[in-house]
C-alpha cells in the first residue's frame, strides 16, 4: 500500500540550529515528492518538490530536502532555523507522471523552536 | 493574484445538523481539490474535480458528503447529517491543467457538537 511516514510527531530545536525532518514513503515507483508547510492559521504553502533529476532539491525560505532512491527517503534540512520556521511540516507523495492526482501525506512533524 | 479562499473559516454545528463548505479556487485552475485532516491523522484527500466533472472521488468517507462544482469555477463539499467524527479541518487546494503541485487554500475548521 502507498503510504508517508514521518517518524517525528513534534521536535524542538533552538533557533540557529540546524534541522532535519524525515520522511519515508513506500510506493509503486519513484513517485513526485512535496514538502509542505503549515503555519499557525495558514494554509498548506508548498516548500519544495522532486520530480527527476538532481537529488538535492532547493526550495523556498533556505530548505532543502534530499532524495534518496535505496532508502526511500526525501528528508528536510535546514542549516539555521529562524523562529518563524515554527509550524508544522508535512511530507507527500504524487503519481508520477503529466496527469494531476491525489497526495498521500504523511502524519506531519510540529516544529517548536527555542529562544 | 488571489489564492484559493475557502469559507468559512470556522463552522460549529451540532450532530445531525447540514454544512456546507466553500472553495474559491485561483481563477483560470482546472483542478481542484478537497482534502481533510482529522485530528492526529494524516492529511487524506477526498475528491478531483476537472473543471466541473469529478475525476476522482475515491476518498469521498460516504454519501453524507457531496460536492459540487457548477460552472467550473468554485466548490461546495455539504456534510448532511454531520455526524461527531466528521470534525475536522478541510482543504481545498487549485492546480493548473498540465502541472503539478497544488495551492492549497487555509482551510475550514469543523467541529460536530
Known amino acids: 500500500a502507498q503510504s508517508v511516514t514521518q517518524p517525528d510527531i513534534h521536535i524542538t530545536v533552538s533557533e540557529g540550529a540546524s534541522l532535519e525532518l524525515r520522511c519515508n514513503y513506500s510506493y509503486g515507483a519513484t513517485p513526485y515528492l512535496f514538502w509542505y508547510v503549515q503555519s499557525p492559521g495558514q494554509g498548506l504553502q508548498l516548500l519544495l518538490k522532486?520530480?527527476?533529476?538532481?537529488?538535492l532539491v532547493q526550495g523556498i525560505k533556505g530548505f532543502e530536502a534530499e532524495f534518496k532512491r535505496s532508502q526511500s527517503s526525501f528528508n528536510l534540512r535546514k542549516p539555521s532555523v529562524h523562529w518563524s520556521d515554527a509550524a508544522e511540516y508535512f511530507c507527500a507523495v504524487g503519481r508520477p507522471g503529466g496527469s494531476q492526482g491525489n497526495l498521500i501525506f504523511g502524519k506531519g512533524t510540529k516544529l517548536s523552536v527555542k529562544p | 493574484e488571489a489564492g484559493v479562499t475557502q469559507f468559512p473559516s470556522h463552522s460549529v454545528i451540532e450532530k445531525g445538523q447540514t454544512v456546507t463548505l466553500r472553495c474559491d479556487p485561483i481563477s483560470g485552475h482546472d483542478n481542484l481539490y478537497w482534502y481533510r485532516r482529522v485530528m492526529g491523522k494524516e492529511i487524506k484527500f477526498l475528491l478531483h474535480?476537472?473543471?466541473?466533472?469529478?475525476?476522482?472521488e475515491s476518498g469521498m468517507p460516504n454519501n453524507r458528503f457531496l460536492a459540487e462544482r457548477t460552472g467550473g469555477t468554485y466548490s461546495t463539499l455539504k456534510v448532511q447529517p454531520a455526524e461527531l467524527e466528521d470534525s475536522g479541518v478541510y482543504f481545498c487546494?487549485?492546480?493548473?491543467?498540465?502541472?503539478?503541485?497544488?495551492?492549497f487554500g487555509s482551510g475550514t475548521r469543523l467541529t460536530v457538537v
Open positions: 487546494a487549485s492546480s493548473q491543467a498540465g502541472t503539478t503541485g497544488y495551492t
Open positions: 522532486y520530480f527527476s533529476g538532481d537529488t
Open positions: 474535480f476537472v473543471k466541473e466533472s469529478k475525476q476522482d
